[in-house]
């Protein structure tokens, strides 16, 4: 059965930068792409962009593009979402999903807390 | 960006009711090439991941109940919980793909 499983909870401080990981299984790693949305708590869903994980490709929504990095390792079907210059504003949990081009997001990970705090 | 602005944010329904969800865009989402709506519902609980309800604004994921329907076009949608359940009681999400995706800003769904 496909899963997307991600890395546990993190603590940042403010200015430091959180690596989320987010191993897959149960299909064929390069036909879907990887993405990543956020939520705050008590807020909505929040997107942070896609990546293909066939050529390695990758679309950032504007607001994160210079402080996001979403990288991949097919050996091990493993997707990342690197983000740096975390403030309070990034204590989110952040999940990777996969899903066809330009389109929805059919399964899902179960989220990562990212905890940002002096 | 397109804006995607759902109403209510948040509606109370006994059970066995109905609820309907909207979700208005900032403009069409709808493909003028393929005809199609470039719209999906999610339904979000406490806890856990966020569920795949509707894509192609009315298309059923696989394994989801036929009391959830999605309908519209252009820029106005809509997921109807036909008949409420108790199981039914979480946070609802539109999203549009055919732009830069963004997301409404969620419908909360009670019991009455």
């Known amino acids: 059965q496909v899963q997307l499983v991600q890395s546990g909870a993190e603590v940042q401080k403010p200015g430091a930068s959180v690596k989320v990981s987010c191993r897959t299984s149960g299909y064929t790693f390069s036909i879907y792409d990887i993405k990543w949305v956020r939520q705050a708590t008590g807020q909505g869903l929040e997107w942070l962009g896609w990546m293909d994980p066939n050529s390695g490709n990758t679309v950032y929504a504007p607001r994160f593009h210079d402080r996001i990095t979403l990288t991949r390792d097919t050996s091990i079907n493993t997707a990342y979402m690197e983000l740096t210059s975390l403030t309070s504003e990034d204590t989110a949990v952040y999940y990777c999903?996969?899903?066809?081009?330009?389109?929805?997001?059919?399964?899902w990970g179960q989220g990562t807390l990212v905890t940002v705090s002096s | 960006d397109i804006v995607m602005t759902q109403s209510p944010d948040s509606l109370a329904v006994s059970l066995g009711e109905r609820a309907t969800i909207n979700c208005k865009s900032s403009r069409s989402v709808t493909s003028i090439s393929n005809n199609r709506n470039y719209v999906a519902w999610y339904q979000l609980k406490p806890g856990q991941a966020p569920k795949l309800l509707i894509f192609w604004a009315s298309t059923r994921d696989s394994g989801v109940p036929d009391r959830f329907s999605g309908s519209g076009s252009g820029t106005d949608f809509t997921l109807t919980i036909s008949s409420l359940q108790a199981e039914d009681v979480a946070v609802y999400y539109c999203q549009q793909y055919y732009g830069d995706v963004t997301f409404g800003g969620g419908t909360k769904v009670e019991i009455k």
């Open positions: 999903s996969r899903g066809p081009r330009n389109g929805w997001q059919d399964y």
